[in-house]
């Protein structure tokens, strides 16, 4: 029996079940509000649990912010939550969707090339 190569859909589809559960399951972090201005080294960020998890049950996770807009040591902070049930569902229905296209393009059978189309 000769082993056939994957064909590109069956790529794909290995790419989509890949990236829809890293999109499903992978925890996640959301800025924090306040603080220096938006740059991706200044800006904090606060660690959301797994799209599943934040799904499921409310993901509030709370940082300590600073008050003023360039903040310095000793600075006064305030405690903050950061709803992150939103960003989970989105990431939940992305992730789920990928998946389902994943299932969808691997169960599909390709038509030989010599037979015409019914």
Do not use: K, N
Not at 40 to 59: K, M, N
Not at 83 to 98: E, H, K, Q, Y
Request: with cysteine.
């Amino acid at each position: 029996m000769t082993r056939s190569r994957p064909t590109r859909r069956q790529w794909w589809a290995v790419a989509a079940l890949l990236v829809g559960l890293w999109v499903l399951l992978a925890p996640f972090s959301r800025p924090l509000p306040g603080g220096e201005t938006f740059s991706f080294e200044a800006t904090p960020e606060i660690g959301c649990r797994s799209p599943v998890v934040g799904v499921l049950g409310h993901d509030h996770p709370i940082g300590e912010v600073y008050t003023s807009p360039l903040p310095s040591q000793g600075d006064p902070v305030v405690d903050s939550a950061v709803d992150c049930t939103g960003r989970a569902r989105f990431r939940a229905i992305v992730g789920g969707l990928l998946l389902i296209a994943s299932v969808t393009l691997a169960s599909r059978r390709s038509r030989p090339v010599d037979q015409p189309a019914p």
